[in-house]
């Protein structure tokens, strides 16, 4: 089993940021960030893969950015221009098993990914 840990999380106003971090314990090739709000299942926010091949969910694109520090095994989410409806829980999911296919294709999806870490709570006020 691979633990993940994730920080980062917190506070902010609205059009704030935040990094989140996310520590793997060996490389992985696919690492994603999917968020929870209440009562809903998690969604997509962003995803790598070795390869450098990025994906990121509508909602965030141009506010948010994922990385990865390969040499740590560790991967971040720089959150810029923060709203309030990206107040949630953030999961940290890796796998060493992709599925078949284009990254693009499956890389948000929720069921792909074998490992997540225990969440962070992001709060955005207006």
């Known amino acids: 089993q691979v633990e993940l840990v994730e920080s980062g999380g917190g506070s902010v106003q609205a059009g704030g940021s935040l990094r989140l971090s996310c520590a793997a314990p060996e490389q992985i090739n696919y690492m994603a960030w999917f968020r929870q709000y209440p009562a809903k299942e998690r969604e997509g926010v962003a995803a790598?893969?070795?390869?450098?091949?990025?994906a990121y969910a509508n909602s965030v694109k141009g506010r948010f950015t994922i990385s990865k520090d390969n040499a740590n095994h560790t991967l971040y989410l720089q959150m810029d221009s923060l709203r309030p409806d990206d107040t949630a829980i953030y999961y940290c999911?890796?796998?060493?098993?992709?599925?078949?296919?284009?990254?693009?294709?499956?890389?948000?999806?929720?069921?792909?990914?074998?490992?997540w870490g225990q969440g962070t709570q992001v709060t955005v006020s207006s």
């Open positions: 999911a890796a796998t060493h098993r992709p599925p078949n296919g284009i990254f693009s294709m499956w890389a948000l999806r929720l069921r792909e990914y074998q490992y």
């Open positions: 790598l893969d070795i390869d450098g091949n990025i």
